[in-house]
């Protein structure tokens, strides 16, 4: 079992950056894939960005150039930088965890970019 704690949203004007973290405990092997995705009221919820084992990432075309994502294997953290965060980002961020067979999930963290 995998326990997955998000931490770091709130509220930014357009243009300001938050950080967001993912601490993982639990039964965790070394050999994993950690994301982030996101979901606003009304709509399905989205990949924002994944990184593998080796730190090879994936970014939704929306995010590219303004968010980062990155992973501390001795720690099982998860980070996202976002800069220039624009009012189409908001929405509940969630970590995820791909483990072979298994597939766990925060609990949400809101991000609001709004004047």
């Known amino acids: 079992q995998v326990q997955l704690v998000e931490s770091g949203g709130g509220l930014v004007q357009p243009g300001g950056s938050l950080r967001l973290s993912c601490a993982a405990s639990g039964s965790i092997g070394r050999l994993y894939t950690m994301g982030w995705y996101r979901q606003a009221p009304g709509k399905q919820r989205d990949v924002v960005a994944r990184i593998g084992s080796a730190g090879d990432s994936y970014y939704a075309d929306s995010v590219k150039g303004r968010f980062t994502i990155s992973r501390d294997n001795a720690e099982n953290t998860l980070y996202l930088q976002m800069n220039s965060l624009k009012p189409e980002d908001t929405a509940v961020y969630y970590c995820?965890?791909?483990?072979?067979?298994?597939?766990?999930w925060g609990q949400g963290t809101q991000v609001t970019a709004s004047t």
């Open positions: 995820n965890v791909v483990l072979p067979g298994e597939n766990y």
